[in-house]
T-cell receptor, first 112, second 113 residues
Framework: DGGITQSPKYLFRKEGQNVTLSCEQNLNHDAMYWYRQDPGQGLRLIYYSQIVNDFQKGDIAEGYSVSREKKESFPLTVTSAQKNPTAFYLC???????????FGQGTRLTVV | GDSVTQMEGPVTLSEEAFLTINCTYTATGYPSLFWYVQYPGEGLQLLLKATKADDKGSNKGFEATYRKETTSFHLEKGSVQVSDSAVYFCALILNQAGTALIFGKGTTLSVSS
C-alpha cells in the first residue's frame, strides 16, 4: 500500500536535546511538507521541499531544520533553539506543489 | 494575505441531525478548496475538494460547493453519525507554482447517539 509513514508515533525528549522525526513516502511524490499542530491553532507550515536537495522555510521555521537527500525521505530535526517544541507534527506529500497533499499519522513530541 | 476562516467549535449534534460547518476564504486569484478530516490521534485525510467556481465536492455523504461570489466553501451533511465525530479543516491552495496548503483553524464536531 502506498502512503506516508511517520515514526515514532510518540516521542519524549529532555529539554535542550535535539530530536529528529522521520517521514518516508512511497507515493513517488516530488513535494513534501512538515506542519506543526497546536490546539486551537490549526496547522502551520514549518518547511517544504519541492524536489530532492531543495527545501524552503515555511511560516514557523525557526528552531527547526530539514534535509531532502532522497525523494522518499524528509526528516525534521527539532533543535534546542525551538522554544516550545511540544506539539503534534504532521508530514505530508503531494505529487507536485499546488496540488492536494496526503498526510502521515503524525508524531506527538513531548519535551520535559 | 491569503487565509481561511472557519466557524469556531465545538459543534455538538445528535445523531441524524443536519450539519453545516462554515468556511470562507481570502485569496488572490482563484484557489482550489479542500475539506480535510482528522480523527482523534491521527493525521489528516482528504474528505473532498473543488477546483473551480460552482464545483461541488462530495464524499461519504458530505458536500461542499465552491461559491466564488461569497468566497465560501461550507461543508454540509444531511444526517450525521457518531462516527463523524472528528476535527474538520477547510483549506485552500493557490493555483500558482510553489505554494502549499493554507488551513483554517479547524472545527471540532461531536455527535452523540
Amino acid at each position: 500500500d502506498g502512503g506516508i509513514t511517520q515514526s515514532p508515533k510518540y516521542l519524549f525528549r529532555k529539554e535542550g536535546q535535539n530530536v529528529t522525526l522521520s517521514c518516508e513516502q512511497n507515493l513517488n511524490h516530488d513535494a513534501m511538507y512538515w506542519y506543526r499542530q497546536d490546539p486551537g491553532q490549526g496547522l502551520r507550515l514549518i518547511y517544504y521541499s519541492q524536489i530532492v536537495n531543495d527545501f524552503q522555510k515555511g511560516d514557523i521555521a525557526e528552531g527547526y531544520s530539514v534535509s531532502r537527500e532522497k525523494k522518499e525521505s524528509f526528516p525534521l530535526t527539532v533543535t534546542s533553539a525551538q522554544k516550545n517544541p511540544t506539539a503534534f507534527y504532521l508530514c505530508a506529500s503531494s505529487k507536485v506543489m499546488d496540488t492536494e497533499a496526503f498526510f502521515g499519522q503524525g508524531t506527538r513530541l513531548t519535551v520535559v | 494575505g491569503d487565509s481561511v476562516t472557519q466557524m469556531e467549535g465545538p459543534v455538538t449534534l445528535s445523531e441524524e441531525a443536519f450539519l453545516t460547518i462554515n468556511c470562507t476564504y481570502t485569496a488572490t486569484g482563484y484557489p482550489s478548496l479542500f475539506w480535510y478530516v482528522q480523527y482523534p490521534g491521527e493525521g489528516l485525510q482528504l474528505l473532498l475538494k473543488a477546483t473551480k467556481a460552482d464545483d461541488k465536492g462530495s464524499n461519504k455523504g458530505f458536500e461542499a460547493t465552491y461559491r466564488k461570489e461569497t468566497t465560501s466553501f461550507h461543508l454540509e451533511k444531511g444526517s450525521v453519525q457518531v462516527s463523524d465525530s472528528a476535527v474538520y479543516f477547510c483549506a485552500l491552495i493557490l493555483n500558482q507554482a510553489g505554494t502549499a496548503l493554507i488551513f483554517g483553524k479547524g472545527t471540532t464536531l461531536s455527535v452523540s447517539s
